[in-house]
T-cell receptor
Framework: GAGVSQTPSNKVTEKGKYVELRCDPI?????LYWYRQSLGQGPEFLIY????????DSGLPNDRFFAVRPEGSVSTLKIQRTERGDSAVYLC?????????????FGAGSRLTVL | GEDVEQSLFLSVREGDSSVINCTYT??????LYWYKQEPGAGLQLLTY?????DMKQDQRLTVLLNKKDKHLSLRIADTQTGDSAIYFC?????????????FGQGTTLQVKP
C-alpha cells in the first residue's frame, strides 16, 4: 500500500480482556517494528521482525505481549489480560533496507485505552 | 544503555529561527534522525545525518552534529505556524544489527503568529 496502515485506530477495552492490533506495512518492506508511545513520551521499542521471524523482542514488557508476522507482511500485536498501564498509542513502522540510513515509515498508530 | 535527551518545550514567533537540541549516549550510532509528529498522526521523518558528518542542510532545515559531545541540533529557518508539532530526535541502536531506533521524549514546538 501507499503507507503503513494500522487498525483499529482506537480501541477501548476493559481490564483483563484480550486485544489484537494489526499493522499492514508498505508493500515490499521486509523490516517491521512495533513501538509503544505513552502520553508525553517518545516511542519505546517493543519488537522487530525481519521477514517472518521476530529478530529482536527485547522491548516486550512481559509475557502478556506477543506479536506475529506469519507471511512476512501483515503483523498482529497481541496483548493478553490487559492492564490499565497498557494504555498507550501502539505504533507500527516498516522499512525497506538497512543498508545506509534505516528510514522507518510509521503508521498513524492504534490508541489503546484500558478501563 | 542507550539514552536520548531533549528539552521538552520551545516557543518561538513566526518568522524566527527555531533550534531544537538533543543529546545521545551511544557513540556507535551510525545515523541520527529527526522526526516530526503532528497531533493524532504518526511520526514523519524530517531528515537524518550520518555520524561522520558535521552538518546537513535541507531547505529550511539544518542539522548540526557534534560527535565529541554527542550533541545534535535541528535548526528550522523562518519558522511557520505549520511547524508547530512535537519533534523527536532518534539514534540507531549501535549495539544491535536490527536497525531499531531509540527516541528521545520529544520537544514540543509552539509557533506564535
Amino acid at each position: 500500500g501507499a503507507g503503513v496502515s494500522q487498525t483499529p485506530s482506537n480501541k477501548v477495552t476493559e481490564k483483563g480482556k484480550y486485544v489484537e492490533l494489526r499493522c499492514d506495512p508498505i508493500s515490499g518492506h521486509t523490516a517491521l517494528y512495533w513501538y509503544r508511545q505513552s502520553l508525553g513520551q517518545g516511542p519505546e521499542f517493543l519488537i522487530y521482525f525481519q521477514g517472518t521471524g521476530a529478530a529482536d523482542d527485547s522491548g516486550l514488557p512481559n509475557d502478556r505481549f506477543f506479536a506475529v508476522r506469519p507471511e512476512g507482511s501483515v503483523s498482529t500485536l497481541k496483548i493478553q489480560r490487559t492492564e490499565r498501564g497498557d494504555s498507550a498509542v501502539y505504533l507500527c513502522a516498516s522499512s525497506l533496507t538497512r543498508v545506509g540510513a534505516n528510514v522507518l515509515t510509521f503508521g498513524a498508530g492504534s490508541r489503546l485505552t484500558v478501563l | 544503555g542507550e539514552d536520548v535527551e531533549q528539552s521538552l518545550f520551545l516557543s518561538v514567533r513566526e518568522g524566527d529561527s527555531s533550534v531544537i537540541n538533543c543529546t545521545y549516549t551511544d557513540s556507535s550510532s551510525t545515523y541520527l534522525y529527526w522526526y516530526k509528529q503532528e497531533p493524532g498522526a504518526g511520526l514523519q521523518l524530517l531528515t537524518y545525518i550520518f555520524s561522520n558528518m558535521d552538518m546537513k542542510q535541507d531547505q529550511r532545515l539544518t542539522v548540526l552534529l557534534n560527535k565529541k559531545d554527542k550533541h545534535l541540533s535541528l535548526r528550522i529557518a523562518d519558522t511557520q505556524t505549520g511547524d508547530s508539532a512535537i519533534y523527536f530526535c532518534a539514534e540507531t541502536d549501535g549495539s544491535s544489527n536490527t536497525g531499531k531506533l531509540i527516541f528521545g521524549q520529544g520537544t514540543t514546538l509552539q509557533v506564535k503568529p
